[in-house]
């Protein structure tokens, strides 16, 4: 099997802040760590194009550098990771002969493989670093706000997620993410930040990352409870093999909503109509819980020539690309956690009332 390397510089090579994430290619091929120090030796790590067509941490990366920073002069020291720039340079996810670099992480499911020790040694450096956070930039398809997700519900990890949005996500699957295998050592998020190419993804994106560098510490003191919006995901939901779907008036089996994306982060009553049911021979969808348990009919009602959900329920991740649709899923089920910090719950393994350890939340696409 081949060995994979990652790079590490420990400066900026020139030349590379002027080209897009498709470009980058020409001047690194692959895995690449770039060190550049500030003021506050305690690095903030940030991690882009993990998947190569998400571009947003990248352009926001070379924003902040060219404009803000030109002569590096920052105020805490960067620790970039080019991800998959050979995935960039065709702006796809991966290639076809690559894993899903976000689940070869240290923790996954990946086989062992050059990849998942490459990941490992990448692993390893972050945590010799002590960082005062890790990032890790991505993109999504459909309308989704933009949102941090985390892994640990601790004070100093919602109060991160925060600054970024005021809802905040709380997984752990998929198994083998970057922001996962990192929990247990410092704060560390996922960033989902729109689709790819939007400008106000990069702006807030750009602020986001801004604003971190400019942090003293991450407080650990209790969050406001009003202020964060606390989800996790309980069900993911696909269309059932065989049944033909599509959207609007269309005479498919299943006519899902024309605007269906408009429910992303929306939380939907009882009652709330997915779309048209043209046929009922099948099933015509399937919510699978964490678990991998068939948990539709706790969710959806499917009659009256109607797909309708039985309970309040928010969905994520709802988008109207068929290729989506059909690799991935359709959407993501949501739960509101409430959640009640008390002086105690601070340490990395406890989980504030009503989580508990067998909630094992499900899988955005990441
Ligand atoms: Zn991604």
Not at 251 to 267: H, I, V
């Amino acid at each position: 099997m081949v060995a994979l390397d990652f790079k590490e510089l420990n400066h900026m090579p020139d030349g590379l802040l002027e080209r897009p994430a498709s470009a980058l290619y020409q001047q690194i091929d692959g895995p690449t760590l770039i060190h550049l120090e500030g003021q506050n030796k305690c690095p903030l790590v940030v991690s882009v194009l993990q998947h190569g067509n998400e571009v947003t941490g990248w352009e926001a990366v070379r924003r902040l550098l060219k404009n803000h920073y030109p002569n590096y002069e920052l105020p805490r020291s960067l620790v970039i990771l080019i991800g998959n720039p050979q995935a960039a340079k065709h702006r796809l996810r991966r290639l076809d002969d690559q894993p899903d670099f976000n689940r070869c992480w240290p923790g996954g499911n990946e086989v062992d493989s050059a990849y998942t020790r490459l990941f490992r040694q990448v692993h390893d450096r972050f945590r010799e670093l002590k960082p005062l956070a890790v990032i890790d930039i991505h993109n999504n398809t459909g309308l989704n706000p933009h949102y941090a997700a985390i892994n640990l519900i601790r004070p100093d990890y919602l109060r991160l997620a925060a600054l970024f949005s005021s809802k905040v996500v709380y997984f752990t699957m998929p198994a083998g993410t970057l922001s996962l295998s990192m929990a247990q050592y410092c704060p560390s998020l996922t960033l989902e930040c729109g689709q790819a190419g939007e400008i106000h993804g990069t702006d807030h994106t750009l602020s986001y990352l801004e604003t971190c560098l400019h942090l003293d510490e991450i407080s650990s003191n209790p969050v406001n409870a009003e202020a964060v919006h606390l989800f996790h995901m309980v069900a993911t939901v696909y269309v059932n093999d065989g049944v033909l779907f599509g959207f609007g008036r269309v005479p498919a089996d299943l006519a899902l909503r024309q605007d269906l994306d408009r429910f992303n982060f929306c939380e939907l009553p009882a009652g709330t109509s997915f779309g048209d049911l043209n046929s009922l021979s099948k099933q015509p969808l399937v919510a699978v819980n964490p678990d991998g348990a068939d948990v539709t009919a706790d969710y959806f009602f499917f009659g009256q020539g109607q797909v309708e959900t039985t309970r309040e329920i928010m969905p994520s991740m709802l988008t109207q690309d068929r290729r989506v649709i059909q690799q991935d899923c359709l959407c993501y089920l949501m739960d509101r956690i409430h959640f009640e910090f008390d002086e105690a719950v601070t340490g990395p393994d406890q989980l504030p009332e009503g989580i508990n350890r067998s909630d094992r939340p499900g899988a955005p696409t990441l």
